[in-house]
T-cell receptor
Framework: DAGVTQSPTHLIKTRGQHVTLRCSPISGHKSVSWYQQVLGQGPQFIFQYYEKEERGRGNFPDRFSARQFPNYSSELNVNALLLGDSALYLC????????????FGPGTRLTVT | GENVEQHPSTLSVQEGDSAVIKCTYSDSASNYFPWYKQELGKRPQLIIDIRSNVGEKKDQRIAVTLNKTAKHFSLHITETQPEDSAVYFCARTGSNNAGNMLTFGGGTRLMVKP
């Protein structure tokens, strides 16, 4: 799990702005999932990508989008930010091929003012 | 649906006592049940997991039990230590979705008093 990296660590944005969050999975893992964790709650699933294709999408508006690159890193984009988008955004890495285990990165703390 | 209910929301125990956290789920297609520990300001850390074809799994002071008929699973921590203090999340995933999307419970704040 120490191999999952995310950037930036913290981010402050204004309502209406756009944000891009980045994630690099554990070496050898081909799947990346994104989760939103609001303070005091469990993580909520946003997207999963495997081999650069979307494999799952959670109940989030179209303002949220993501993609996965050939090196298996991933970006999460959020447009037209709302105050309610303030949260910890977690990236999880999984090999998916042989196992269900998901390992989380340190997260990006997004604050929307 | 795919909801996961977790209880209790807070749990305070004396050092050396046992702690039990319980979760129930609704989707009968669920087949993998991990538990995560999250310390303040840190990432969720996978501490133990169980697959649907197994009823119990142990790893030192931690154990997880699964009752598929009743659709509930539990985390047991024995001989608790102050460093066990954290928020614990149960989760599930199943074959009803491509990939392995996790649905999490609401979390249990465990406090171990020295």
């Amino acid at each position: 799990d120490a191999g999952v990296t995310q950037s930036p660590t913290h981010l402050i944005k204004t309502r209406g702005q756009h944000v891009t969050l980045r994630c690099s999975p554990i070496s050898g893992h081909k799947s990346v999932s994104w989760y939103q964790q609001v303070l005091g709650q469990g993580p909520q699933f946003i997207f999963q990508y495997y081999e650069k294709e979307e494999r799952g999408r959670g109940n989030f508006p179209d303002r949220f989008s993501a993609r996965q690159f050939p090196n298996y890193s991933s970006e999460l984009n959020v447009n037209a930010l709302l105050l309610g988008d303030s949260a910890l955004y977690l990236c999880a890495s999984s090999s998916l091929t042989f196992t269900y285990e998901q390992y989380f990165g340190p997260g990006t703390r997004l604050t929307v003012t | 649906g795919e909801n996961v209910e977790q209880h209790p929301s807070t749990l305070s125990v004396q050092e050396g006592d046992s702690a039990v956290i319980k979760c129930t789920y609704s989707d009968s297609a669920s087949n993998y049940f991990p538990w995560y520990k999250q310390e303040l300001g840190k990432r969720p850390q996978l501490i133990i997991d169980i697959r649907s074809n197994v009823g119990e799994k142990k790893d030192q002071r931690i154990a997880v039990t699964l009752n598929k008929t009743a659709k509930h699973f539990s985390l047991h921590i024995t001989e608790t230590q102050p460093e066990d203090s954290a928020v614990y999340f149960c989760a599930r995933t199943g074959s009803n979705n491509a990939g392995n999307m996790l649905t999490f419970g609401g979390g249990t704040r465990l406090m171990v008093k020295p």
